[in-house]
């Protein structure tokens, strides 16, 4: 039933029950992300035109055979031997990166084993014919991909963007690890396959000491897996978690734009502001984005989102 419906008289009732919280997490107004619109269009065999801010792949050498786009809005690929990427499991054998990306192709699911690291350049992007070459070749022997935009620094992150590294005041020093997540939902298994663009290092599952986020963007994390346990939402950059209890905890973990942390009562939301739980609630109970986001919309959290709110 949609809760809308109910009277507001009923709403106010419960707000006697659930007095109102002062929002946890003020992450400001919604910030779209910018998508590059341009195509790489230059000779690359059966690739194609493509984004430029992608990668294609193919199976035999010079950009034939059976091709496939891998693009910057999907960005993790963690496991090519699951449709609809079978075909290139363990057969790739040239690659084209756009101008405006940067990719990291690994040897096992979850960016595991021996890698390699491309940048497009030029207007038409960078292009490897044969991963034959050099030795020793990931040539036949790539299972998971991951492309981000060129420009993405975790020092900079842009807008509706934030950045997690595993040392304080977002050091890179000591074999610091930094990874810039966009808009989204990030579960245990991605966490530990979080290395680092620029190397092997460790992944984050439980490895977040500090975070940066930029205006219109809020970070949120759970110390369990799927979004559960204990929580914590931040709207501005956080340079040692330990000062609030939480380094070394997150196990998942939301980037949103939403205006305020969407497990404390506050102002409507808006089902654009996190496509998963505020959009899924929204559906069922209209109320809580164009009312207010109220007592009844946090419990729904739980019973309709199945996510924990402590």
């Given at each position: 039933m949609d809760m809308s419906r109910q009277t507001i008289l009923v709403r106010a009732a419960f707000a006697l029950l659930v007095p109102f919280t002062a929002p946890a997490c003020d992450g400001g107004a919604a910030d779209e992300l910018a998508v590059v619109q341009g195509r790489v269009t230059a000779g690359w065999g059966n690739c194609g035109a493509f984004p430029d801010n992608a990668m294609c792949a193919c199976t035999n050498a010079n950009y034939l055979g059976q091709c496939m786009i891998f693009n910057n809005t999907t960005r993790f690929y963690m496991d090519l031997s699951k449709a609809p990427y079978t075909a290139l499991n363990d057969t790739i054998t040239s690659l084209v990166v756009g101008p405006a990306a940067k990719v990291k192709v690994a040897q096992h699911p979850g960016m595991a084993g021996m890698f390699r690291l491309y940048s497009g350049s030029g207007p038409n992007g960078f292009?490897?014919?044969?991963?034959?070459?050099?030795?020793?070749?990931?040539?036949?022997?790539?299972?998971?991909?991951?492309?981000?935009?060129?420009?993405?620094?975790?020092?900079?992150?842009?807008?509706?963007?934030?950045?997690?590294?595993?040392?304080?005041?977002y050091s890179l020093t000591n074999a610091g690890n930094c990874v810039l997540l966009h808009v989204g939902r990030y579960t245990n298994p991605l966490l530990n396959a979080m290395t680092g663009q620029e190397d092997g290092g460790f992944g984050m599952n439980d490895n977040v000491i500090s975070s940066l986020?930029?205006?219109?963007?809020?970070?949120?994390?759970?110390?369990?897996?799927?979004?559960?346990?204990?929580?914590?939402?931040?709207?501005?950059?956080?340079?040692?978690l330990r000062t609030v209890g939480f380094d070394d905890r997150a196990s998942s973990i939301k980037v949103t734009t939403c205006s305020h942390d969407y497990c404390a009562t506050g102002a409507a939301l808006s089902s654009a502001c996190d496509a998963d739980c505020v959009a899924t609630v929204?559906?069922?109970?209209?109320?809580?984005?164009?009312?207010?986001?109220?007592?009844?919309?946090?419990?729904?959290v739980t019973t309709v989102c199945a996510e924990s709110c402590s």
């Open positions: 292009g490897v014919p044969n991963l034959g070459i050099p030795i020793p070749s990931l040539d036949n022997q790539i299972s998971s991909i991951r492309v981000d935009n060129a420009s993405d620094d975790c020092l900079n992150p842009g807008p509706g963007q934030a950045a997690i590294f595993n040392d304080i005041n986020t930029t205006s219109g963007a809020s970070i949120m994390l759970w110390d369990q897996n799927y979004f559960k346990g204990a929580h914590m939402c931040f709207s501005s950059s956080t340079p040692d929204c559906a069922q109970d209209s109320f809580c984005c164009t009312n207010s986001w109220d007592g009844i919309c946090v419990g729904e």
